[in-house]
């Protein structure tokens, strides 16, 4: 299991605006990605959050719980095994 990266794609004249969510496979060809409409009734976090949902439903991937950070581009989110408990640093 890999890292997802989250980022805002804003709005355009054809499209509203929206969040994708990408694997961080080093090699190209084996990236996988979801977008969503960003979704207004929740906050930034719930919303980048919601994004993680739609790939990790789209790829099948085996149960996970995620933790999320933010960084200079949007959010990075790792997989972590249900039940544990997140290390929280500073």
């Not at 990605?33 to 930034?44: D, K, M, N, R, V």
């Not at 996970?64 to 408990?85: F, H, K, L, Q, R």
């Amino acid at each position: 299991m890999m890292a997802i990266r989250t980022r805002f794609l804003g709005p355009t004249n054809y499209r509203s605006a929206r969040i994708k969510a990408s694997t961080t496979d080093s090699d190209p060809r084996q990236r996988r990605s979801a977008t969503i409409p960003y979704p207004h009734e929740l906050g930034i976090r719930d919303a980048h959050a919601e994004a993680v949902r739609a790939l990790h439903a789209k790829m099948e991937w085996p149960c996970y719980e995620y933790v999320g950070a933010c960084v200079e581009e949007g959010m990075v989110w790792v997989p972590i095994m249900p039940g544990s408990m997140p290390v929280h640093l500073g």
